[in-house]
């Protein structure tokens, strides 16, 4: 309390200088219209400056909340279009669409992937959905960019994925502007880096192709992407096809689990035997 007092009386001229000076700008700005604008303006453009830093500060933490939103919208977006695609008639609604009535083929589920290897011979991921979420052994998993992996186990409520980057990933793939398909595999070396095998001699490839899902399976839809080749060898009439992929495997956030809705039926049916 004596601080106090001894800062007043210290420095009760200069106070009194300040409080005097206030009260003029104050009558000086409440009775001339022009210093009155002026004031207003010039406050106006401090205090939206500091809004606008404000706003920036707050956005930066709620980047998390607006990229799970967006996923949101990206996940019913793709059933829509899924739904669409399996119409084959631009002229009906997407708000009317009965999916058993016109027999949808896909659903995607969104996920989240909480561990992911990329380094080792053979490479898994975990994401935080299981059974409980409708997640199964053997289901597709891509995101915007193209293809991961395949589901290979899964509890209540997580499931581990079999990474593109695995020794023992086959992928059914084909080229975009070609019927020719072959076997999409992965040598070990570059995790951006997978090779395309099995593909016929008379497919004409060149570099930058794009490699999309080939469709032959019931695990990938046909169409999803993968990558664009890199490099062509021809050694002893073999060709040993590098394709650069489009996702970088060491950064993968959020994620789609597909369903094949037919997957079932197609397994009993190429499962059974001739009586």
Not at 254 to 269: F, M, P, Q, R, S
Request: glycine letters at 6%.
């Amino acid at each position: 309390m004596q601080q106090i007092i001894y800062f007043f009386q210290k420095y009760k001229y200069f106070l009194f200088f300040l409080l005097l000076q206030s009260i003029a700008l104050f009558f000086t700005i409440n009775n001339n219209s022009f210093h009155k604008s002026k004031f207003i303006s010039s406050t106006n453009t401090i205090t939206g400056g500091l809004y606008e830093k404000f706003s920036q500060f707050s956005d930066y933490f709620n980047l998390k909340t607006q990229n799970e939103e967006l996923i949101s919208e990206n996940e019913q977006l793709k059933n829509l279009l899924e739904k669409y695609n399996s119409i084959g008639d631009s002229t009906v609604t997407l708000s009317v669409i009965d999916t058993s009535k016109y027999n949808q083929k896909y659903i995607c589920s969104k996920a989240k992937i909480i561990k992911n290897d990329y380094h080792r011979p053979n490479n898994y991921l975990t994401i935080d959905r299981g059974t409980a979420q409708g997640v199964e052994k053997e289901m597709a998993v891509i995101n915007s960019k193209g293809i991961i992996g395949i589901t290979e186990k899964s509890s209540s409520n997580y499931t581990r994925v079999q990474s593109i980057l695995n020794n023992n990933s086959k992928i059914n793939a084909r080229l975009k502007n070609d019927t020719h398909f072959g076997s999409l595999e992965w040598d070990g070396k570059d995790y951006n880096t997978v090779q395309l095998h099995d593909i016929p001699r008379q497919a004409a490839l060149k570099i930058g192709d794009t490699i999309i899902t080939g469709g032959k399976s019931t695990i990938f839809p046909e169409g999803i992407l993968i990558g664009r080749i890199k490099k062509i060898d021809i050694k002893n009439n073999n060709r040993s096809i590098d394709i650069q992929l489009f996702n970088d495997m060491s950064s993968l956030g959020y994620v789609y689990v597909i369903t094949h809705l037919d997957k079932k039926e197609i397994n009993t049916l190429n499962n059974s035997t001739d009586e």
